[in-house]
């Protein structure tokens, strides 16, 4: 895999302020991104009326490193090469995760949501804990910049949301699937600790804690324990295994197990294994 490129002169705008941007409309503009491309050839191909949001797109993409722009006429694709057989989705996450600071607000959000054992929370509760947390960037925090932040992570797969529950901090069961499966791949191992700290530091948190035996958090376990109920994802100890995970209690497991060594099956090919664009976009062109 080729190493992480950082754009150059990137926006001004913070991130969290790009209250319009969609991921299905990051994801189609970066689909179109093969080579070289001006500026007004993008917005000719996806502004309808008004071209603002496209531009919006435009810089949130050079904000996160996926282009660079020499000058304000043509951008340039960038870390095309970086997890190039991921979705999307997971890409546009490993992004988030690489900001360095104060860029790195938007993956923070869910570190914070995640130093709880719930497995959802609503926007009035996560508020003052990122208020508390996050303190240190050049802006206040309210509920309008946390409502970006659902959306766009409920999009990309890393959390739901519903009416009654608020925002449910498990992600997709493809985003793990996906996640899990080129850590296998790339790095020729099963070890279960090894592919979740690779998921940690490359794309989202995943652990409530990691001082002693390693503790899986609940909202992240109860996706890899249903996938296991689907006899999709297999989860076994080895006596002679180094590394050792702690998967707490769920509606499929009534205690807490260890667990050193994961096995996939084949992914099933029915909606709950897609992203949730995918989902949506089946929805409108049935």
């Known amino acids: 895999m080729a190493d992480y490129q950082y754009a150059s002169n990137k926006p001004d705008r913070t991130l969290i302020n790009y209250n319009t941007v969609r991921a299905a409309e990051l994801k189609a503009i970066h689909g179109s991104l093969v080579s070289d491309r001006p500026v007004q050839n993008i917005i000719s ?3 309808h009326e008004k071209d603002e949001n496209v531009r919006d797109c435009i810089d ?3 904000a996160l490193d996926f282009l660079d722009r020499n000058d304000d006429r043509v951008v340039s694709p960038l870390n095309r090469d970086v997890f190039p057989d991921l979705s999307f989705e997971a890409r546009l996450l490993h992004h988030l995760r690489q900001q360095q600071p104060p860029y790195d607000h938007l993956t923070r959000i869910q570190n914070v949501a995640l130093e709880t054992t719930e497995h959802s929370l609503t926007l009035d509760t996560l508020l003052p804990q990122v208020k ?3 303190d240190e960037y050049g802006f206040k925090w309210n509920e309008t910049k946390l409502r970006m932040w659902r959306a766009l992570t ?7 949301q ?3 529950r ?3 901090l498990s992600p997709c069961r493809r985003l793990l699937y996906d996640l899990l499966d080129l850590h296998q791949q790339q790095e020729d191992t099963n070890d279960l600790f090894n592919a979740l700290e690779w ?10 804690t990691t001082t002693g035996s390693p503790r899986v958090h609940p909202a992240i376990s109860d996706v890899l324990q249903n996938m296991e109920s689907k006899d999709v994802l297999e989860f076994r100890g080895m006596s002679d295994a180094k590394n050792e995970v702690t998967l707490p209690e769920s509606v499929h497991h009534q205690t807490s197990r260890s667990a050193n060594v994961y096995d996939l099956e084949s992914m099933p090919n029915t909606p709950a294994y897609q992203y949730p664009l995918t989902q949506y976009n089946q929805v409108i062109t049935q």
């Open 45 to 47: 191909d996806f502004a």
């Open 60 to 62: 949130f993409l050079h």
């Open 132 to 134: 508390g947390d996050l």
């Open 154 to 160: 409920t999009q990309l797969g890393l959390v739901s």
């Open 162 to 164: 519903t009416e009654s």
């Open 166 to 168: 608020g925002v449910i």
């Open 199 to 208: 998921i940690e530091t490359n794309f989202f948190d995943v652990f409530e």
